[in-house]
């Protein structure tokens, strides 16, 4: 077992800023790289950040190629609460990757046929350079929620109640995330070359405890990276509590 390497950060925006840089570097030693992109709150004033570095002209999407981790199925197309939608505005229309080679799991038609597509794409691009990550509160990356197997692949999963609730704020007044979803497996996500995983915010420290200061267990999949030997964990101090390390 590798330690994963922490960063941390007084706030919230040097973590933001530091994150950005990092993907600036991942960008600039590889143009070409293949991105894993993540969504939630946690990633707005990074990918706010890395807008910064292309409006300067520091950063340069045009060679690469980005899978997003995650897609709700059975929300209409374009619904503001779509991890599509999410990404055209935090991201994609701000900067010059192309849009044929912007990927988000497929939640139309025959879903199944669409994972092993997924995956064969991020294959068939040489793997993803650099993953980026969230956490949920409850050990989850991606949507690999408890139970997930760490060999898990892209797939259709429910969503817990917790993860939920935790997501209902992302949605219009009086509407709720859907219960499923499509996510990268632990497998997809483990396979990558790098791993970058931020956490912001006390209420997320004892889900990187479960993480990196326990035995790994499927009870916290993101436990799973602790066998991955490049993993960096950006956070605040507020999220990194009293974890030694
Ligand atoms: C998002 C994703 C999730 C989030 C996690 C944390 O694409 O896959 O695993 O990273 O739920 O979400 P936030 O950042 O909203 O706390």
Redesign the pocket.
């Known amino acids: 077992m590798t330690k994963p390497e922490f960063r941390v950060f007084n706030s919230r925006e040097e973590v933001a800023a530091a994150v950005a840089r990092h993907l600036a570097e991942t960008l600039s030693a590889k143009p070409a790289a293949t991105l894993g992109l993540?969504?939630?709150?946690?990633?707005i004033p990074i990918y706010a950040e890395v807008v910064e570095h292309f409006k300067k002209g520091e950063m340069s999407f045009a060679k690469a190629a980005s899978f997003?981790?995650?897609e709700y199925v059975g929300l209409p197309a374009g619904h503001p609460a779509s991890?599509r939608s999410y990404m055209e505005e935090h991201l994609f229309r701000h900067v010059d990757l192309p849009a044929a080679d912007a990927h988000l799991p497929s939640v139309e038609g025959e879903v199944e046929a669409s994972c092993a597509a997924y995956e064969a794409a991020i294959t068939a691009r040489g793997g993803i350079d650099l993953q980026l990550?969230?956490?949920?509160q409850n050990g989850?990356?991606?949507?690999n929620e408890p139970g997930s197997a760490f060999d898990s692949r892209t797939r259709q999963v429910e969503l817990t109640q917790s993860?939920i609730e935790?997501?209902t704020s992302d949605f219009p007044a009086g509407e709720l995330p859907p219960p499923s979803a499509v996510?990268m497996g632990v497998g997809t996500i483990v396979d990558a070359k790098e791993i970058v995983l931020v956490a912001l915010g006390a209420n997320k420290t004892e889900a990187l405890k479960a993480a990196f200061a326990s035995a790994p267990s499927t009870d916290c999949p993101a436990s799973a990276l602790q066998a991955h030997g490049k993993v960096v964990v950006y956070c605040d101090a507020a999220a990194k509590g009293d974890i030694e390390g």
């Open positions: 993540a969504t939630g709150k946690t990633f997003n981790l995650d991890f990550l969230g956490i949920g989850h990356i991606g949507f993860t935790a997501n996510t």
